[in-house]
């Protein structure tokens, strides 16, 4: 009897130990899957944000605002854009219509209202740009990113602008959103030499709602660096940094962008797990 008992006692625990295996598993397999979504959706919206600094200071550049003599930026607008300039108003809108593709395949539609107080590269210039029905790759950009330029510094060659956005949201096609605010400093340093162009790198956080409506805060541990030459080819991820993401009810996670390649793979990681992965096109 007992060791009938003693035999169907161990079958069961052989049997739970099986199901907790396969759950812990399929956990695993499930955060995984949860972590390259919310690591994707951080991307397409440091993504969204250089997309917009990149098509302003084009803009500004078309008007010879942008004193070409010291950046020329490789301009990326589809041929159906149209600048208006107000300089009375200290204005320009940059209207995409029904939406457009741009040479490097970035679909923008409606506009990007741009108020300033003096020329891009021009210290102390405050700019501030508003969106009105705006789309970037069929998400829709809402808010009011402000960014000041703190000057150049002659030793590194670069120049410093502070980057705030406030009352920000993003929203997917299916109609769910994430909300933000973001202080962020960005570094451009000009190309020298023996360079393939301008870099440039971008420190700070962010904090806000992800789609779930679960709260994040996202800091920048090592600075997320952008080559030129990485975004003309259509890599617009960093190509270099690391960025930690908090996010109610979970374990931090770091995104690592790698070591200055153009590509876009990044690795994961969560505790003692860690994960590459490819992110697709956007």
């Not at 397409?44 to 997309?51: G, K, M, Y």
């Not at 769910?176 to 440039?200: C, E, I, N, Y």
């Not at 971008?202 to 800091?219: A, M, Q």
Request: glycine content about 8%; aromatic content about 10%; charged content about 25%.
């Amino acid at each position: 009897m007992k060791y009938r008992q003693t035999k169907h006692l161990l079958a069961f625990l052989m049997a739970f130990l099986f199901l907790v295996g396969c759950q812990e598993n399929e956990d695993s397999v499930l955060v995984q899957e949860q972590d390259s979504v919310e690591a994707s959706q951080e991307t397409e919206f440091t993504n969204s944000l250089e997309d917009i600094d990149e098509v302003v200071l084009t803009g500004f550049q078309r008007n010879d605002f942008g004193d070409r003599n010291m950046v020329a930026l490789e301009e990326d607008l589809c041929d159906r854009a149209i600048i208006t300039w107000l300089p009375g108003e200290k204005t320009m809108i940059i209207d995409f219509g029904e939406g457009c593709s741009s040479p490097r395949g970035v679909i923008r539609k409606g506009k990007i209202i741009v108020k300033y107080t003096g020329r891009y590269w021009a210290p102390g210039t405050v700019i501030t740009t508003t969106f009105d029905n705006y789309y970037v790759n069929e998400r829709k950009i809402e808010g009011i990113r402000v960014v000041k330029n703190l000057g150049f510094d002659e030793s590194s060659k670069s120049f410093t602008f502070n980057m705030v956005v406030e009352a920000g949201k993003m929203i997917w096609p299916d109609g769910s959103f994430r909300t933000f605010a973001s202080r962020h400093q960005k570094k451009v340093f000009l190309p020298s030499a023996s360079s393939d162009g301008l870099r440039w790198e971008l420190t700070g956080t962010t904090i806000g709602k992800n789609r779930e409506g679960k709260e994040f805060k996202s800091e920048i541990l090592q600075p997320l660096i952008f080559f030129q030459r990485c975004v003309a080819s259509g890599i617009r991820i960093p190509s270099s940094g690391i960025l930690a993401r908090k996010l109610e009810g979970k374990a931090l996670l770091t995104i690592n962008f790698g070591d200055g390649t153009c590509d876009r793979e990044i690795t994961l990681s969560r505790g003692d797990r860690s994960k590459t992965i490819t992110l697709p096109r956007d």
